[in-house]
């Protein structure tokens, strides 16, 4: 489950990075557009949360499905494992 643990923090660390890239990017029109402002910082940091669960519940079962695939075809006939690199 390394791949599990690693792109699951690989997307925090992504949505870290674009929300405060977000943030300090529009500081500057924060007295000129507050509420634009809020209202455009809530659809675009829950599009990135929604994009960031995607993302990791693909690698997730993408993961699942290729242990699962090895697990039931990666014998050979004879008994002996494959080993798969």
Known sequence: ???YYYYYYYCCCCCCCCYYYYYYYYYYYY???YYYYYYYYYYYYYFH????FYYYYYYYFYYY???YY???FDDDDDGRRRTTN
């Open 31 to 33: 007295y000129y557009y």
């Open 49 to 52: 949360y929604y994009y960031c």
């Open 70 to 72: 090895n697990y039931h």
């Open 1 to 3: 489950m390394y791949y």
């Open 65 to 67: 499905y290729y242990n």
